[in-house]
């Protein structure tokens, strides 16, 4: 092997890695916008538990939060009302 040919391999090496952590990157931030609300309230119902705190009022919104996501995503959408579901949520999101 030449020199060259290892810093070939190497720099296709980085790139796969790249792409890959691109991917988990995209797929977190999809994850996050869809569960966010829940997973905030269940990160500050953490939070307020690790600090002596009661966390209840955070778990109960985290569980209002779920059923509403659970709700919405029974509800049949198409071209004709698929923004009328996100209009009666709000933008609590």
């Known amino acids: 092997m030449t020199l ?30 869809y569960f966010g609300t829940t997973v905030r309230n269940q990160t500050s119902a953490i939070a307020n538990e690790v600090a002596g705190k009661s966390g209840t009022a955070s778990i109960k919104a985290a569980g209002t939060a779920a ?9 049949n959408k198409g071209l004709s009302n698929f923004d009328a579901a996100n209009n009666q949520q709000g933008t609590g999101n």
């Open 4 to 33: 060259q040919t290892i810093k070939t391999q190497r720099g296709q090496g980085m790139t796969e890695y790249i792409i890959i952590v691109a991917l988990i990157a995209v797929a977190a931030i999809g994850v996050y916008s």
């Open 67 to 75: 059923d509403s996501a659970a709700t919405s995503a029974h509800t």
